[in-house]
Nanobody, 129 residues
Framework: QVQLVESGGGLVQAGGSLRLSCAASGRAFSSYAMGWYRQAPGKEREFVAAIGWRAISTRYTDSVKGRFTISRDNAKNTMYLQMNSLKPEDTAVYYC??????????????????????WGQGTQVTVSS
């Protein structure tokens, strides 16, 4: 069973940047796709970005394309989300997610990664206007 711990959230002004990290432990990190979801107050959890186990494949939700970049360092068992040009509507709790099945890239018909079935505790991102 993998354990996921997010860090890097905080309060930032609109137009600013943050980098989230997700440290994984408990199993071979490099064999599993991973991603980020977020949940704003009163809203459902939504997909943000995902990256395949070899970092060849990535997916982003439309609202963050061109502003967010997902990456991973398999040697450090860590995934990142670089968030630039942040907007107040990016305010949410951001969750790291991992696939439980190795070497799988599960994407739905809308291009959203659906492989996340293990979750971290979340990190709060607040963007002030």
């Amino acid at each position: 069973q993998v354990q996921l711990v997010e860090s890097g959230g905080g309060l930032v002004q609109a137009g600013g940047s943050l980098r989230l990290s997700c440290a994984a432990s408990g199993r071979a990190f490099s064999s599993y796709a991973m991603g980020w979801y977020r949940q704003a107050p009163g809203k459902e959890r939504e997909f943000v970005a995902a990256i395949g186990w070899r970092a060849i494949s990535t997916r982003y939700t439309d609202s963050v394309k061109g502003r967010f970049t997902i990456s991973r360092d398999n040697a450090k068992n860590t995934m990142y989300l670089q968030m630039n040009s942040l907007k107040p509507e990016d305010t949410a709790v951001y969750y790291c997610a991992a696939d439980s099945q190795a070497n799988r890239w599960l994407v739905d018909s809308l291009g959203r990664w659906r492989g996340g079935d293990t979750w971290g505790q979340g990190t709060q991102v607040t963007v002030s206007s």
